[in-house]
């Protein structure tokens, strides 16, 4: 296929939400609590839809299972979620099971590994990143005796900062923050401290702490990616994090730069700017908060404008 897939996000209400997905990229939020923007999404939980060509109006994961020749991948299901994430309040200290343990104990799921982009950051914001027990008995006690200052390692953000959250990581988006997050396709969250918020029903939220103790990592290890950086022509391409799970880069496109073709599918968002995209005497314009996917083999083309695009791969 010569051309990109576009995909309608799916948007979801949470406790923390705010308007900024609105404010920032222009999106159609269906309230004032819109706190997830699921963009690149084959979860059950809230599936892209093909917004236009010969697939318009197919969920992602139909997509997947039923024109393989557009990903060439040997993963089962699709494997990544793009999602923007506004925090207009603190989110949930929260952890996150590897493939294993939520396999066993999650119903077949992944675990979630995952990564930030911070787009959006008000003076002073700060993320959870990680923790200061020194074992699972330490990490019990001050959880049990609500130590959350001594427990909890808070780190300052701005935008264009980039953290890698593999699973086991005590983590949270501080108020005031926007993310682009790119992470296994998995909606398993194990909520640790919600500074005893209720919902809109008055109750208080629940909280795992059982398996969040059993699924940290003790010791913390940071793991802080060396990026490597490229200049192609007009484009400056950020290598930020390279695994198992997923490549996440920084493209900043400053004018008309030739690129080869793709053998692997490749997932677009454009986090700033517009442009445009050539193949084959097509055209296709790329505005600030596009959601895409080039198919598997997809080029040689071309990318002009000023433009700053977030690219995910397995």
Avoid at 78 to 102: E, G, M, R, T
Avoid at 141 to 151: M, T
Avoid at 246 to 269: C, D, G, I, N
Wanted: net charge negative; glycine share 8%.
């Amino acid at each position: 296929m010569s051309q990109p897939i576009y995909l309608q996000p799916v948007f979801q209400e949470r406790i923390w939400g705010g308007t900024k997905l609105k404010q920032l990229f222009g999106y159609p939020i269906p309230n004032d609590s819109t706190g997830e923007c699921w963009a690149i999404s084959a979860h059950a939980n809230g599936q892209s839809i093909v917004k236009e060509g010969p697939y318009q109006g197919m969920p992602l994961g139909t997509l997947w299972n039923s024109h393989p020749e557009l990903f060439r991948s040997s993963s089962p299901v699709f494997p990544l979620l793009i999602k923007l994430l506004d925090a207009s309040d603190d989110l949930s200290v929260q952890v996150h099971p590897d493939d294993n343990y939520a396999g066993k104990h999650e119903n077949g799921e992944l675990g979630k590994t995952e990564c930030w982009y911070i787009v959006d950051a008000e003076p002073d914001a700060v993320i959870i990143y990680g923790h200061e027990a020194s074992s699972k008995e330490d990490l019990a006690h001050r959880i049990q005796n609500g130590e959350w200052e001594e427990l909890l390692t808070k780190v300052p953000v701005k935008p264009g900062d980039f953290f890698y959250v593999p699973s086991g990581t005590i983590h949270a988006l501080g108020k005031g923050i926007v993310v682009l997050e790119t992470q296994q396709s998995s909606d398993t969250t194990y909520r640790v401290y919600d500074y005893d918020r209720r919902d809109k029903d008055g109750n208080l939220r629940e909280l795992h702490l059982e398996k969040a103790i059993e699924v940290t990592a003790i010791p913390q290890v940071y793991e802080h990616p060396s990026y490597l950086t490229n200049v192609h022509e007009g484009l400056i391409m950020t290598t930020f994090v390279s695994n198992s799970f997923f490549t996440v880069e920084k493209w900043e496109v400053s004018r008309r730069t030739q690129l080869p073709a793709h053998k692997k599918y490749t997932l677009v968002s454009v986090i700033k700017g517009e442009g445009y995209l050539r193949i084959q005497n097509n055209e296709y314009m790329l505005n600030k908060g596009d959601h895409l996917i080039l198919p598997a083999e997809f080029g040689p083309y071309e990318l002009d404008g000023d433009l700053m695009l977030v690219i995910s791969r397995e």
